[in-house]
C-alpha cells in the first residue's frame, strides 16, 4: 500500500522565504504547547531527512533521501533555496522547541503541568538555583546532540557561512532566551541582555567543544561547560560576547579544529 503524504504546494508558487519558520507568538506560555512554525509539507521533508543526517551529513543527499521517504520527488527539495542550511535550522529549531518536553520528562511538574502526583519532582525544581537550572537545561541541548555529534562540524561550517550567520545567531540568542526562562529568570533591567549573550557565548563554545570529545558520556563537555558558566558568574561576559561567537564558530571549523579549544 502506497505511503500516504501531505499535499505539496507546487513548487512555481513557492517563496523564497515560504521555507521559513513563522511563529508570531510573542510571549512565553507554560500552558501552551508551541507549535510548528514549519508546514506540514516541509516539516515532512525536513523530519525525515534528519534521520539521515548520521550516515549523510547535513547534505543535499540527506534533504533528497528525506523528501523520497514520504513520497516526495527530488526536485522538491527546491522548497529549500539555502539547501542544507535549511535542514540545520530545522533541527535547531525543533531542538529548541522540545527542551520543555525534555525538562518535563526529567522533572515532572516544572515546565507547569499538571504537579498531581508529581509534586516530588517539581519540588526538586523549584529547590534548584536560577543558575543550577540553566546548567541543566543547557546540558539537556547539548545532550540532543549526540546523535548527529560526528556530524555537528558540519552543521557549524554552513552556519558560519556569511548568509547563514544572521539567522544562525537569531537562533542561538532564540535558545538562550528559551533557556532563562525555563531556568525562572524574571529579570527586567539590563541583565536580561547581558544574561542572555553571555549564556549564547557559553553554549556555542561548549557545543564546539564537544564534537571533539572523546571522554566517556562527555564528561569533558560537561566540565567545560561548567568552568565557563562559573567564569561567566565571576568576571562576567558583556553584550560583544555573541559575536565573538561568529569568528570563534568559523574559524574553529574552517581550521579543522586543529589546535583543540582550550579550556
Do not use: C
Amino acid at each position: 500500500m502506497a505511503k500516504p503524504r501531505i499535499p505539496l504546494p507546487s513548487l512555481s508558487k513557492v517563496s523564497r522565504s515560504s521555507h521559513l519558520p513563522r511563529n508570531n507568538r510573542l510571549y512565553h506560555s507554560y500552558e501552551h504547547t508551541s507549535p510548528s512554525p514549519f508546514s506540514p509539507s516541509t516539516s515532512a521533508i525536513l523530519s525525515s531527512a534528519l534521520i539521515h543526517v548520521p550516515t549523510h551529513g547535513f547534505t543535499p543527499t540527506a534533504l533528497t533521501l528525506g523528501a523520497a521517504d514520504v513520497g516526495y520527488p527530488p526536485v522538491s527539495t527546491n522548497l529549500f533555496p539555502r539547501g542544507a542550511f535549511d535542514l540545520v535550522n530545522y533541527y535547531l529549531v525543533t531542538e529548541r522547541l522540545a527542551l520543555k518536553d525534555r525538562l518535563q520528562q526529567r522533572f515532572p511538574g516544572a515546565a507547569g503541568a499538571d504537579e498531581r502526583g508529581q509534586r516530588q519532582e517539581a519540588e526538586a525544581w523549584r529547590n534548584l538555583g536560577v543558575g543550577a537550572k540553566v546548567k541543566l537545561l543547557a546540558l539537556e541541548r547539548l545532550w540532543a546532540n549526540k546523535g548527529v555529534i560526528h556530524r555537528w562540524q558540519e552543521a557549524l561550517a554552513l552556519m558560519a557561512h556569511l548568509p547563514h550567520i544572521r539567522p544562525s545567531l537569531h537562533e542561538l540568542s532564540l535558545l538562550s532566551d528559551e533557556i532563562w526562562f525555563l531556568a525562572g529568570d524574571t529579570s527586567v533591567d539590563t541583565s536580561w541582555y547581558t544574561k542572555r549573550a553571555s549564556l549564547a557565548a557559553v553554549y556555542s563554545s561548549a557545543e564546539l567543544f564537544m564534537t571533539q570529545d572523546t571522554s566517556r558520556d562527555f564528561v569533558e563537555t560537561e566540565a567545560f561547560l561548567d568552568r565557563r558558566l562559573t567564569d561567566v558568574r565571576r568576571v562576567g561576559i558583556g553584550l560583544g560576547a555573541v559575536g565573538q561567537w561568529v569568528g570563534f564558530t568559523g574559524m574553529g571549523v574552517l581550521n579543522g579544529l586543529s589546535k583543540g579549544v582550550r579550556i
